[in-house]
């Protein structure tokens, strides 16, 4: 996700809780397989009884230890993934991940249940595969290009079904803007019937190159080039067709619209396999329309259309469970969609006739779109109508408008479900903030545990004593109402003034005040006990308080949340225990450009920065992220310079620490360089760390999380000295 370094954001998911335990349903609704103990195990609800699918033995041959099968999804998390075919007779197994910026590499094999044989498919490295529904064939991307074998007794040899992909012509897999910022990884569907197989092509030819310097690994150093659409530059040009396995020729779907100024950000077959429906952003990404395409003669039609005066949120945002592009129903005749057109964001069913309805109904916010028992006809979703910080599951009618239930029992917090195909059962997770975060298995609609001995009611486990976090709202001088949390001192005296620490992030596509057992970083910069820490979520934030909440930082980014922190911490600095000389504000990403602009734009309220892998310049930023929020140039121009950092870094007064990778593909090293020769250029004094070679999350490398840990500790100690007084 743009700008979201994953050390440091509590909840990456806006809306969602994710839980431990990676698990791929059956198709029935009723099983589920995992990795357990390094073997594939399938496990049947409701006695969770336990089948061993393929032994840890029989995959001894991928060359991993035991230990080191865990399951993982399609965009990693696992050392081990694996699908099946639509039979179950084989499975896919994909292996030795290697992750390369915005992609990630796998050999692969196929392992037949019937024989026991565990099939070779590609030792090299390989995007993006996967098996045919039946089961003959798998599919991958090498090189730029598709390829298919035929999968029998033994693997046959790799045939080409696109021919002419190349360093500028992507062919099953995107650019860096598309996967980062519209969640595109997978480039290609298999058709249901294992015939035909749909896929994105990528042009980047007029894309853009930046170029990274290796100086480390090597005595002379090395350029690495990524293609990367700044603010205001070409697009990779994206278009959809339709490979035959028979002929090896593609017929390019007809989507009107020049692919210069439109992106594709979701693509799959109908159930039936009859057409293959796109949805189609406009460069703003204020226009999104659902296209229908007929894979033998390319025809398209438009069946949706939506605008907004903002942007147009994508499936990402309420979803991250993996799976279809798509959530179907009715047999292929109908699908669940969601938008923001009343004000607040709900869930609509749409049919391929395009004709909608309206099933959640209410001055809420969907936050999730959870699953379905079409049995019963319940919709499940998440939501959270009284407090933004806290999440439930509610249902709903699939085919009325009707007032919403809730599911969730009276245990105020953070509740996440996984359900299953059927809407029967969920694995339901829980935590907040006093209480340690648990799980357990549910029927539904009745919410009852499967196993009562090992219910969460069971094993509720207080957070542990000493810090103890408190939420609470702030209303700011101007009438705006935050959610926020705080977290005081072991041996708190409110008759002394305490240091506050701010951990910030403040972007549209995060959240940080949340209801769970560890709310905030509170201890991760290894200071000693004697600060408040804090966090305050202001307008913009991806959290569930309606459209208006959402999107008043519509071409703001950087100026409204700015504000927002700005006002709260004046509030706060009028509570006696705040010492209003001892004020500092932490953020990564997103929330290191909150940090620079306040530091900059507000000296008289922070005067102390640790800003990680900030965006001091938003135009040079990626496209689809910067203008989704910003607005496409040169029209915004004046606001990306109202609301940049690099505006204002001449009103440096207080102490300001900079950290970057020199590696960061996503949050370029470019804009922190820009900045230091801002500020140099005015003689403002700060501390500058540059960590070699290390990505947007500064993780990698011997020591490096335990020097920056360190490096931050000592840089608030001595500028921020803990303590009351």
Known sequence: MARICLLFIVLIAPFTVQVQAQISWNKDGNSYTTVENGAIVEVTLPAMT????????????????????????????????????GDHSRLLLLA????????????????????????????????????????????????????????????????????????????GWFDYAYSEELYCVDGFRWSPDSKSI??????????????????????????????????????AQARIG????????????????????????RMEWTPDGARVITQQLNRAQNNSKLVLSDPASGESKVIYNESDDAWIDLKAFWSHAGGNDWDWIEGGKAFLWVSEKDGWRHIYRVGLDGQETLLTKGNF????????????????????????????????????????????????????????????????????????????????????????AESIASHLTPTPQGRQTKFFTITTADGVTMDAWMIKPLNFDSTKKYPVIFYTYSEPVGATVSDVATPGRAGFFNVDDGYIFMSVEGRGAQTPKGRAWRKSIYKNVGWINVNDQA?????????????????????????????????????ELYKVGLASAGVPNQ??????????FMGVLPENRDAYIKCNPLTYAKNLQGHLLIMHGTGDHNV?????????????KYNRQFQFMPYPNRTHGITEGEGTILHKTTLMANFLKQWCPAGGR
């Open 668 to 680: 370029n090293y470019q804009g922190e360089e820009m900045l230091l020769n801002e500020l140099i």
């Open 50 to 85: 336990k089948t061993t699918l393929v032994s840890a033995e029989q995959l001894a041959p991928l060359g991993m230890q035991a230990h080191e099968r865990t399951a993982g999804s399609r965009r990693g998390g696992g050392d081990l993934e694996y699908a099946f075919s």
């Open 242 to 265: 339709v490979v035959s396995l028979a002929t090896r020729t593609t017929k390019w779907m007809n989507i009107d619209g020049d692919p210069s100024s439109h992106y594709l950000a």
């Open 365 to 452: 916010d969907v936050t999730s779109v959870s699953g379905c028992d079409e049995v019963k006809g319940y919709l499940y979703f998440g939501a959270s109508p009284e407090n933004a910080t806290q999440r439930y599951l509610y249902r709903a009618s699939l085919s009325k408008t009707a007032a919403p239930v809730r599911v969730t029992p009276d245990l105020a917090g953070t509740h996440g479900y996984i359900l299953s195909p059927n809407g029967r059962w969920a694995q339901h997770s829980f935590s907040s903030h006093l209480y340690m975060p648990a799980t357990e298995w549910v029927s539904l609609p009745d919410h009852k545990a499967l196993n009562a």
């Open 619 to 628: 135009l040079i930023y990626n496209t689809i992220y910067e203008e989704r």
């Open 567 to 603: 006002a709260a911490c004046r509030e706060v600095l009028k509570w006696p225990f705040i010492d209003a000389s001892r004020v500092a504000v932490f953020g990564s990403s997103g929330g290191g450009s909150t940090t620079q602009n306040l530091l900059f734009r507000y000296p």
């Open 96 to 171: 030795k991940p290697v992750r390369e910026y915005h992609n990630t590499y796998h050999s692969a094999w196929v392992f037949d249940r019937k024989t026991n044989a565990l099939l070779p498919v590609a030792r090299e490295r390989i995007l993006n595969a996967k098996i045919s529904p039946d089961g003959t064939k798998v599919a991958y991307v090498l090189n730029n290009n598709i390829y298919s074998v035929e999968i029998g007794n033994s693997v046959g040899a790799p045939v080409a079904l696109t021919t002419d992909g190349n360093d500028k012509l992507l062919n």
């Open 198 to 235: 749909a896929y994105w092509q990528n042009d980047i030819s007029h894309v853009g190159t930046f170029y990274m310097i290796n100086n480390t690994d090597s005595i002379y150093p090395k350029i690495i080039a990524i293609p990367f659409s700044k603010v205001g530059e070409p697009i």
